[in-house]
């Protein structure tokens, strides 16, 4: 039997149970899921903390203080621009999640080649807009006093780089949704030692590129985006290269009618980066000192145990979908609480030992103070709390209700850091990020899950 999907291409209906070539027929439960994940990233971000440790020290000790916070600045930019995946991810991870034959589902195929091409025009799109701000000279302007000589055709390297890799981050998005989370982040392991190799190169033939330091980043996570789409396209053979051919084939197979489900995530995407990444900038411009040096250094101590988290956390995501086709009703609370605890007990060991680590990367030249490791610690907590109740709320309602929270969290976010620099100084930007999160969106999340948990409860209770 053969029904009509959306794009008016007639496709087989999606069966009742898994193909024989499914390449994953029974979903991992969540603690395995999480589990593995969690395993996976903390051996990736211990070896890639150790060798970004050694990196940095390296970027300070040869190039300078000013150039490693340029660096830290420029890396910066996937944080601030997550929203040019345009909701895709949501499309992409939700589709493939959903699947009971993922290797000859139509409307998955349909899905990854409508977030190709999507992902072309927005990849094209940022290259140009990079290209106008360089050749009117806006860079020191938007980034301020973080910018060193040359790093405005630093920052257009960067964000070429990005923009082109753009459309091959599908290949990640589609790991996810298979519940390969573990391998996806096992993929990562090739940033750190890609990332010394090459700054070791440099300072070995004492090559003029410290400005240009930080396109090694965008290098490195471009490596990792082939290689995702390499084992993602294996998995879902023969679906994705098919795809990847009716990308151009705009007449014969149109696009989904991704907005609906797209439109809160991209919102949200746009919404994030200026409510919680604008801390480099706002350091950047109402400070005079090593602050902005200070902040980078503890974000990327802290940022180990945040990717771990996030990590875990998108373990979470296909679960939650599958479940939701499945109409079987899995709380998030209980998760929630134990990504609380691990959290903290994460985020405090590395607050004890962080001034060790500090001295050691910077020979002794940054210090790191008490209310910038305390606002690392309890944004970590927050965070930690907000993932599971988030990738709960992946469909569209979900989705649509977290839009009006994060919108608020802008101009609070924005507000309690401006206020709090003058107070605490590098802590300040940290702390309000910690403050906003707790406020729009841990306490909202819990809120609607709660109710959404009881309506489901009596909906199955109806049908039973």
């Known amino acids: 039997m053969t029904q009509p999907d959306v794009s008016g291409v007639q496709t087989p209906a999606r069966p009742t149970a898994p193909d024989q070539d499914s390449p994953d027929k029974e979903p991992k439960s969540l603690l395995s899921a999480v589990g593995s994940t969690a395993a996976a990233k903390v051996l990736v971000m ?18 300078g203080t000013d150039t ?23 499309i992409v991870i939700n589709a493939v999640a959903g699947s009971e034959s993922v290797r000859s589902d139509r409307y998955v195929r349909n899905a990854i080649t409508t977030a190709m091409r999507i992902l072309v025009v927005a990849g094209a799109v940022i290259v140009a807009v990079a ?28 964000l070429a780089v990005f923009g082109l890799v753009l459309p091959l981050t599908v290949g990640p998005r589609i790991m996810v949704g298979l519940r390969k989370t573990s391998a ?62 009716e990308v151009p084939q705009l007449r014969r197979v149109p696009s989904l009618p991704a907005f609906n489900l797209a439109w809160p995530m991209l919102v949200q995407m746009i919404a994030l980066p200026i409510a ?18 200070q902040y980078n250094l503890s974000s990327q101590l802290f940022g180990m145990v945040l990717q771990a988290i996030m990590a875990g956390g998108m373990a979470l995501w296909p679960i939650y979908a599958k479940a939701r086709a499945a109409k079987d009703i899995r709380s998030p609370f209980k998760p929630a609480l134990w990504f609380l605890v691990g959290g ?5 060991v590395l607050a004890l030992v962080s001034p060790y680590l500090a001295a050691f990367v910077s020979g002794g030249q940054i210090e790191l103070d008490f209310w910038l490791i305390f606002g690392f610690v309890a ?58 999160v707790f406020i729009c969106q841990v306490v909202p999340s819990f809120l609607y899950v709660r109710r959404d948990l009881r309506a489901r409860a009596v909906e199955a209770a109806d049908v039973a």
């Open 276 to 293: 919680m990444q604008t801390d480099r900038l706002l350091l950047s411009h109402l400070t005079t000192g090593d602050e902005l040096a």
């Open 379 to 436: 944004f970590v907590a927050m965070q930690a709390m907000k993932y599971p109740l988030g990738m709960y709320m992946t469909d569209k309602r979900g989705l649509k209700f977290q839009v009006l929270p994060i919108l608020l969290m802008v101009p609070l976010n924005l507000g309690i850091s401006w206020w709090l620099i003058g107070v605490v100084g590098a802590g300040g930007p940290i702390i309000g990020s910690a403050i906003s």
């Open 344 to 348: 903290l007990l994460l985020a405090g």
């Open 131 to 158: 290209a106008v701000i360089t050749l009117l000279g806006w860079w020191p302007a938007l980034l301020g006093k973080g910018l060193t000589a040359g790093g405005s055709l630093a920052a257009f390297a960067c």
């Open 68 to 90: 490693y916070a340029q660096y830290g600045l420029l890396t910066s930019f996937p944080s601030l621009l997550p929203f040019a995946d345009l909701g895709m991810a949501a």
């Open 184 to 245: 996806q982040v096992a993929s990562q392991s090739v940033v750190a030692p890609f990332i010394l190799l090459c700054v070791s190169i440099a300072v070995a033939t004492a090559a003029p590129v410290g400005s240009y330091l930080a396109v090694l980043s965008y290098l490195a996570n471009a490596l990792v985006a082939i290689i995702c789409l390499v084992i993602a396209g294996r998995a879902i053979r023969p679906q994705l290269g098919q795809a990847i051919r």
């Open 46 to 63: 211990g070896l890639s903390g150790l060798l970004g440790l050694f990196t940095s020290r390296m970027i300070i000790a040869s190039f």
